[in-house]
C-alpha cells in the first residue's frame, strides 16, 4: 500500500503507468484524503464487514491488482468527493468537493427508497384494480378513482415517473367522467325542456276547449258548468 507523498512520487516518475495501477493509486489518495480506513470504505461501498470474503477488494483496487466496475467506481468517487476523470486519469486535478459527495450520497439513498415505494405503491394500485375493476358495476369504478387519488396525494412529495404515469391516467378517467356527467346534464334539461313544452301545449288545449264551450253553452248553463268542474273536460 502506498502512501499518499509516494503515490505523488510515483505518478511524477512514471508518466506512463499501467492504468489499473494508475487508478488504484489515486482511489488511494483519495481515500487517505478523506481520512477513511480501507475497512470503513469496504462497509460503507458494499455494506460488509472486514471479516467477509470481500475484505481485501479495497486493497487490490487499490494496488493495481483490479480494476472497479462502473458501479463501484461511481460509489467511490461519490464516498470520496472527487470526479471520475481524475480517477481515471484524464485531469490533474483531484478536485474535491465534500459537499457534491453528500449530496451524491444522499441522492442515492433517496433513490433507492423511490424505488421501493415506487414498487409498493404499483403493487397496491395494481390490487386495488384486480378487486374493482371487471367484476364491480360501473358506479364503483369512481371509489377506485378515489383511492387512487388519496394513494397519490399520500406520497406527492416524492414523485417519480410511475406516480406521475398514474396521475396522468387519473386525471384521464375525472375527464372522462366529467364529461360523461355533463352529457346526462344536458340530457335532463332537454327532458325538462320538452316536458314543459308538453305541459304548455296541453294547457293551451285545455283553455281553448273550454272558450268554445263557454261560447256554445246559454248563458245559464255556463255557470252550472263552473261549478261543475268544467275546466277540467277536454
Given at each position: ?64 491488482h ?17 470526479s ?14 465534500n459537499?457534491?459527495s ?22 397496491t ?110
Open positions: 500500500m502506498y502512501s499518499l507523498e509516494e503515490s505523488k512520487s510515483i505518478e511524477k516518475k512514471q508518466p506512463h503507468v499501467d492504468r489499473k495501477v494508475l487508478i488504484g493509486r489515486r482511489l488511494a489518495k483519495a481515500r487517505i484524503l478523506v481520512k477513511l480506513s480501507q475497512a470503513e470504505v469496504m462497509s460503507r461501498v458494499f455494506s460488509v464487514s472486514t471479516s467477509t470474503k470481500r475484505a481485501n477488494r479495497i486493497s487490490e483496487i487499490e494496488n493495481g483490479k480494476i472497479p466496475d462502473a458501479e463501484i467506481l461511481q460509489k467511490l468517487c461519490l464516498l470520496y468527493g472527487v471520475a476523470d481524475w480517477v481515471l486519469g484524464f485531469t490533474i486535478e483531484p478536485e474535491f468537493d459537499n457534491s453528500r449530496v451524491g450520497l444522499l441522492l442515492n439513498g433517496v433513490h433507492e427508497i423511490t424505488a421501493t415505494m415506487v414498487q409498493q405503491i404499483s403493487q394500485v395494481a390490487q386495488v384494480s384486480a378487486n374493482y375493476i371487471g367484476q364491480l358495476p360501473k358506479s364503483c369504478y369512481l371509489e377506485l378513482l378515489d383511492r387512487a387519488k388519496i394513494l397519490i396525494a399520500h406520497h406527492q412529495g416524492e414523485i417519480t415517473d410511475d406516480i406521475a404515469n398514474l396521475m396522468a391516467c387519473v386525471r384521464e378517467c375525472e375527464v372522462l367522467l366529467a364529461r360523461e356527467q355533463q352529457g346526462h346534464y344536458k340530457q335532463l334539461d332537454h327532458m325538462a325542456e320538452r316536458d314543459t313544452k308538453a305541459w304548455q301545449e296541453i294547457l293551451m288545449l285545455d283553455v281553448l276547449q273550454v272558450e268554445q264551450k263557454r261560447k256554445i253553452l246559454p248563458p245559464t248553463l255556463r255557470n252550472l258548468d263552473l261549478f261543475s268542474g268544467g275546466f277540467n273536460e277536454r
